[in-house]
């Protein structure tokens, strides 16, 4: 890769670049917010491409510039746009696609500020709409920049395959009997060069567009064998670098228009490429009659290989157009496929797949499925509850379904099991049933329990039901699971139980009646025992409160005591830490005073003396109290006053000749000491 520091490049994955230094084994690129990144020369050469630096990417690398000044210099921005593609002609959406996430972090709204902005682009700059597409805008000089001799002349002399890509593009800037000569010499000689390279090389990609270009700007048949002579190569396996992605549509687009005989090897290759619009292309390329098989054998290798961790752009294999095509059969392995695949469940496309109720359904009700993949669609977090509760309905053995459900106590599977017990809870056949009460009494699935009482949810006019008996056995077992914690189900299962029991009286012989009797006289034993174990804990716990009520209290009482020593001792230190402050900040003032009433010894009534005079009174009204004046005889105390160096002895009297003065700094704890007297015995 040819390049200088300072060079900037687009990168595929990292935006704009500039090189900052370019080694033996590297190239050091750096972004625009200041990261340094170090690049292999091959990676370099895959993913990077040259732009001008007076385009729009370089100009918006150097500079950030708000919407406003966007909207002011329109015109400007364009331009630099139309510089990086090299084209005199540029689309709204890709006017969009450059300044929307701009506008968004500036929190500024597009259509309104396109509003004003198109205004200004179309009155104060060299640019104009399309004609034919209104939005779509061109220069108004469109001329070529040079002779097409000049061009030829330069081509002739390029070797860069790049470059070769740039002039081949410059060709549709010149008028139609001009260009296609000059175009139909450009493409023998791209031609013979595509003969010699291997086909996943960057250069055979960059070549190969290339040669598009110039079919494009050849007149008459002359284009279509210019296409049908291309070497032969496997197509399929060719190089498809991310920076390309404009070129690549361009040359879809022109080996379609001219009949490729090659056209489904490159756009399978295609379909593994970077950017989702060229993926897309080549997709509805192949989705045709004769290409569409391709596209099937590549999506079911897939779907047949769970080993395979690489997959196709799924995304593109779920439309319509294409899963039409496909056999129920290979719909449903496509599905189960997907719900195995966690982290494919992001993709838009492929949530709404796994949650389309027929194919769902199709899925569940097919044979081929066993009940393990029926329970992993309906574990499935990507599938909605509604979805899942429709496809459980699905199921053709719900009885083996709920067993599965019970042994695995997950959240998620609570609407399953829910749609499983229709029809199967009151028959006497239901073999599950004592599991599903120990799972419903522990407290897992409280939706199921409301499930359940609606199940035995009966009327006065209701047909009379073979085995009501294990009816009213299994409403009484779950009245008293209900009547705890689930009151509103609890009246259900009380209000089935009384037309249970006014059932079996009035319409049975008295056959029916001992049998009834055992289990009511079974129940009301089983009440009156939980009763008084009831009652019981209610007096314990009516117990357990009162003392806990108590200790509340004298724990209230101990914090509430802490809280107010903490809150005096709070107090204390903060006045502690003030009078500290001001004593520190007092000490320069004093030595102050001490100079001026040194240099005012012996000069009488100077202007000194009037300072001193003042500065004391305002020390005087900040709380400063003067301990002894020099020369002042007065009694020691130990707590005021200190002895200058070398006088350590008092005199007989006790007295002592203070020689500076000492201060205090009154405070709310009192007078604190700022400095002591120094005196000397008298």
């Given at each position: 890769m040819e390049a200088n520091a300072g060079d900037f490049f687009r990168h595929s994955r990292l935006g704009t670049v500039r090189v900052e230094e370019i080694g033996s084994d590297f190239v050091l690129v750096r972004q625009k917010n200041g990261n340094a990144i170090r690049l292999s020369h091959s990676e370099a050469a895959e993913h990077m491409r040259p732009i001008p630096s007076d385009g729009f990417y370089a100009f918006s690398f150097q500079k950030s510039l708000d919407a406003?000044?966007?909207?002011?210099?329109?015109?400007?921005?364009?331009?630099?746009?139309?510089?990086?593609?090299?084209?005199?002609?540029?689309?709204?959406?890709?006017?969009?696609?450059?300044?929307?996430?701009?506008?968004?972090?500036?929190?500024?709204?597009?259509?309104?500020?396109?509003?004003?902005?198109?205004?200004?682009?179309?009155?104060g700059s060299r640019l104009t709409t399309d004609p034919q597409r209104k939005n779509r805008f061109l220069m108004r000089a469109t001329g070529p920049q040079e002779p097409i001799d000049q061009l030829l002349s330069r081509v002739r002399a390029l070797r860069d395959s790049h470059d070769l890509l740039l002039a081949a593009k410059e060709l549709d800037l010149y008028p139609a009997p001009e260009r296609s000569k000059a175009a139909k010499e450009l493409a023998d000689d791209l031609t013979a060069r595509l003969g010699g390279l291997d086909v996943q090389s960057h250069e055979f990609a960059e070549l190969f567009c290339a040669l598009c270009y110039a079919a494009n700007s050849v007149e008459g048949s002359k284009a279509g064998d210019l296409i049908t002579s291309l070497p032969q190569k496997t197509y399929a396996l060719m190089?498809?670098?991310?920076?390309?992605?404009?070129?690549?549509?361009?040359?879809?687009?022109?080996?379609?228009?001219?009949?490729?005989?090659?056209?489904?090897?490159f756009a399978m290759a295609l379909l593994a490429h970077a950017s989702v619009d060229v993926a897309s292309r080549a997709f509805s390329a192949l989705n045709t009659e004769a290409n569409r098989q391709s596209l099937k054998t590549r999506l079911l290798s897939w779907v047949s290989s769970p080993e395979l961790v690489s997959q196709p752009r799924i995304e593109l294999f779920l439309r319509k157009d294409f899963l039409r095509h496909l056999r129920q059969a290979d719909v449903v392995k496509l599905y189960l496929r997907l719900v195995d695949q966690p982290r494919l469940w992001e993709i838009p496309a492929v949530r709404e797949f796994l949650n389309t109720a027929e194919i769902g359904a199709a899925a569940v009700e097919d044979q081929a499925t066993d009940l393990r993949q029926q329970l992993a669609i309906l574990c499935s977090k990507v599938v909605s509850p509604n979805i899942r509760l429709t496809l459980a309905?699905?199921?053709?053995?719900?009885?083996?379904?709920?067993?599965?459900?019970?042994?695995?106590?997950?959240?998620?599977?609570?609407?399953?099991?829910?749609?499983?017990?229709?029809?199967?809870?009151?028959?006497?056949?239901?073999?599950?049933?004592?599991?599903?009460?120990?799972?419903?009494?522990?407290?897992?699935?409280?939706?199921?329990?409301?499930?359940?009482?609606?199940?035995?949810?009966?009327?006065?006019g209701d047909p009379p039901a073979p085995d009501v008996l294990i009816q009213a056995k299994r409403a009484a077992q779950l009245y008293e699971v209900a009547q705890e914690e689930y009151p509103e189900s609890a009246e259900v299962l009380a209000r089935s139980l009384e037309v249970l029991g006014r059932r079996l009286f009035e319409n049975s012989t008295t056959t029916w009646v001992v049998p009834l009797l055992q289990v009511f006289h079974s129940e009301l034993e089983k009440s009156k025992a939980a009763l008084v174990s009831e009652n019981d804990r209610l007096r314990k716990q009516g117990t357990d409160l009162t003392e806990g009520l108590e200790n509340n209290r004298c724990e209230t009482e101990r914090l509430r005591s802490l809280t107010e020593m903490l809150k005096s001792s709070a107090s204390a230190d903060k006045q502690e830490l003030d009078a500290q402050i001001r004593i520190e900040a007092y000490r320069p003032i004093l030595m102050l005073l001490d100079d001026l009433e040194r240099q005012a010894m012996g000069n009488g009534e100077s202007p000194i003396r009037h300072l001193?005079?003042?500065?004391?009174?305002?020390?005087?009204?900040?709380?400063?109290?003067?301990?002894?004046?020099?020369?002042?005889?007065?009694?020691?105390?130990?707590?005021?006053?200190?002895?200058?160096?070398?006088?350590?002895?008092?005199?007989?009297?006790?007295?002592?000749?203070?020689?500076?003065?000492?201060?205090?700094?009154?405070?709310?704890?009192?007078?604190?000491?700022?400095?002591?007297?120094?005196?000397?015995?008298?």
């Amino acid at each position: 890769m040819e390049a200088n520091a300072g060079d900037f490049f687009r990168h595929s994955r990292l935006g704009t670049v500039r090189v900052e230094e370019i080694g033996s084994d590297f190239v050091l690129v750096r972004q625009k917010n200041g990261n340094a990144i170090r690049l292999s020369h091959s990676e370099a050469a895959e993913h990077m491409r040259p732009i001008p630096s007076d385009g729009f990417y370089a100009f918006s690398f150097q500079k950030s510039l708000d919407a406003d000044w966007f909207r002011e210099n329109v015109g400007d921005v364009v331009e630099r746009m139309m510089r990086d593609r090299r084209s005199r002609s540029i689309d709204l959406e890709e006017i969009k696609r450059e300044l929307s996430p701009i506008l968004s972090k500036q929190q500024r709204n597009w259509a309104s500020w396109w509003k004003s902005a198109r205004k200004n682009l179309l009155s104060g700059s060299r640019l104009t709409t399309d004609p034919q597409r209104k939005n779509r805008f061109l220069m108004r000089a469109t001329g070529p920049q040079e002779p097409i001799d000049q061009l030829l002349s330069r081509v002739r002399a390029l070797r860069d395959s790049h470059d070769l890509l740039l002039a081949a593009k410059e060709l549709d800037l010149y008028p139609a009997p001009e260009r296609s000569k000059a175009a139909k010499e450009l493409a023998d000689d791209l031609t013979a060069r595509l003969g010699g390279l291997d086909v996943q090389s960057h250069e055979f990609a960059e070549l190969f567009c290339a040669l598009c270009y110039a079919a494009n700007s050849v007149e008459g048949s002359k284009a279509g064998d210019l296409i049908t002579s291309l070497p032969q190569k496997t197509y399929a396996l060719m190089s498809t670098p991310p920076a390309l992605d404009r070129d690549f549509i361009n040359a879809l687009s022109t080996l379609t228009k001219f009949s490729f005989p090659k056209l489904t090897d490159f756009a399978m290759a295609l379909l593994a490429h970077a950017s989702v619009d060229v993926a897309s292309r080549a997709f509805s390329a192949l989705n045709t009659e004769a290409n569409r098989q391709s596209l099937k054998t590549r999506l079911l290798s897939w779907v047949s290989s769970p080993e395979l961790v690489s997959q196709p752009r799924i995304e593109l294999f779920l439309r319509k157009d294409f899963l039409r095509h496909l056999r129920q059969a290979d719909v449903v392995k496509l599905y189960l496929r997907l719900v195995d695949q966690p982290r494919l469940w992001e993709i838009p496309a492929v949530r709404e797949f796994l949650n389309t109720a027929e194919i769902g359904a199709a899925a569940v009700e097919d044979q081929a499925t066993d009940l393990r993949q029926q329970l992993a669609i309906l574990c499935s977090k990507v599938v909605s509850p509604n979805i899942r509760l429709t496809l459980a309905e699905s199921v053709a053995e719900p009885e083996a379904l709920l067993d599965l459900i019970l042994t695995q106590l997950d959240a998620d599977l609570e609407p399953a099991a829910s749609a499983c017990l229709p029809g199967l809870i009151p028959s006497e056949e239901c073999s599950s049933w004592e599991e599903l009460l120990q799972v419903v009494r522990k407290g897992y699935y409280p939706h199921v329990l409301s499930s359940l009482a609606e199940s035995f949810k009966l009327a006065d006019g209701d047909p009379p039901a073979p085995d009501v008996l294990i009816q009213a056995k299994r409403a009484a077992q779950l009245y008293e699971v209900a009547q705890e914690e689930y009151p509103e189900s609890a009246e259900v299962l009380a209000r089935s139980l009384e037309v249970l029991g006014r059932r079996l009286f009035e319409n049975s012989t008295t056959t029916w009646v001992v049998p009834l009797l055992q289990v009511f006289h079974s129940e009301l034993e089983k009440s009156k025992a939980a009763l008084v174990s009831e009652n019981d804990r209610l007096r314990k716990q009516g117990t357990d409160l009162t003392e806990g009520l108590e200790n509340n209290r004298c724990e209230t009482e101990r914090l509430r005591s802490l809280t107010e020593m903490l809150k005096s001792s709070a107090s204390a230190d903060k006045q502690e830490l003030d009078a500290q402050i001001r004593i520190e900040a007092y000490r320069p003032i004093l030595m102050l005073l001490d100079d001026l009433e040194r240099q005012a010894m012996g000069n009488g009534e100077s202007p000194i003396r009037h300072l001193i005079s003042m500065l004391a009174s305002t020390l005087e009204r900040a709380g400063v109290l003067r301990v002894g004046a020099p020369g002042e005889v007065r009694r020691f105390d130990p707590d005021l006053h200190e002895f200058v160096q070398g006088t350590q002895e008092l005199s007989g009297t006790g007295n002592v000749r203070v020689l500076r003065s000492g201060f205090l700094l009154e405070t709310p704890r009192g007078p604190r000491i700022i400095r002591r007297a120094a005196v000397k015995p008298q």
